[in-house]
């Protein structure tokens, strides 16, 4: 069974990090996809980063690009989101999320994932 469970939100000022951890039940799978995505109240879900474990190379929304990172460990049962000069607009419940498909799929424009963790809330102040 894959459950993701994440970890590592807080509050922060504007300008400073955080990093998330998500970490998923040992699996069959060799690989997969991974992800982070967040919601605010009253917003759809939306795409943070993504990863397919066996390729590597992460996708980034545009607005986080060059302040986030993805990286994983070297049995990829935990991915990690480093989140650096943070900005209010940051702010939301923060979503890990895996599944296995075709990796052409794994993007942060693509949420149709069937295991996803409880979230972790994450709050910049400005």
């Known amino acids: 069974q894959v459950d993701p469970v994440e970890s590592g939100g807080g509050s922060v000022q504007a300008g400073g990090s955080l990093r998330l951890s998500c970490r998923i039940s040992?699996?069959?799978?060799?690989?997969?996809?991974m992800g982070w995505f967040r919601q605010v109240p009253g917003k759809d879900r939306e795409g943070v980063a993504t990863?397919?474990?066996?390729?590597?190379?992460?996708s980034y929304a545009t607005d986080v690009a060059g302040r986030f990172t993805l990286s994983q460990d070297h049995a990829k049962t935990t991915l990690y989101l480093q989140m650096n000069d943070l900005k209010p607009e940051d702010s939301g419940t923060y979503y890990c999320?895996?599944?296995?498909?075709?990796?052409?799929?794994?993007?942060?424009?693509?949420?149709?994932?069937?295991?996803w963790g409880r979230g972790t809330q994450v709050t910049v102040s400005a």
């Open positions: 990863i397919y474990t066996g390729i590597g190379g992460a």
């Open positions: 999320a895996v599944d296995q498909f075709h990796p052409a799929r794994c993007r942060p424009s693509y949420l149709n994932f069937d295991y």
């Open positions: 040992r699996t069959t799978w060799n690989d997969a996809c």
